[in-house]
Nanobody, 124 residues
């Protein structure tokens, strides 16, 4: 069992930056690939970024490439999402998720554990 707790969301103006974090419980964090997803009101949950067990491979959604960076610190059981050059359309609840392997990381239905989400609001 893995419990995930996101933090670091908030309100920011367009062009600003925010870093959200996801702390995981348990001693097997390094055995899980991690992903970030987001969901805006009235819309489906969409893929933002993912990172493999070791951190050696990262993946990004097209809308965030070049602006967002995912990273992890396995010693701290934490995954991060650095969000730069934020746009109003980035406004959403951001969720982290854990997956037992490194496959199908773009698909939310493939993940095993989810956090409760943290709100990020970008104003124009």
């Amino acid at each position: 069992q893995v419990q995930l707790v996101e933090s670091g969301g908030g309100s920011v103006q367009a062009g600003g930056l925010v870093r959200v974090s996801c702390a995981a419980s348990g001693r097997t964090f390094s055995s899980y690939a991690m992903g970030w997803f987001r969901q805006a009101p009235g819309k489906e949950r969409t893929f933002v970024a993912a990172i493999s067990w070791s951190g050696g491979s990262t993946y990004y959604g097209d809308s965030v490439k070049g602006r967002f960076t995912i990273s992890r610190d396995n010693a701290k059981n934490t995954v991060y999402l650095q969000m730069n050059s934020l746009k109003p359309e980035d406004t959403a609840v951001y969720y982290c998720a854990a997956k037992r392997d490194n496959y199908y990381l773009l698909f939310p239905e493939r993940y095993d554990y989810w956090g409760q989400g943290t709100q990020v609001t970008v104003s124009s």
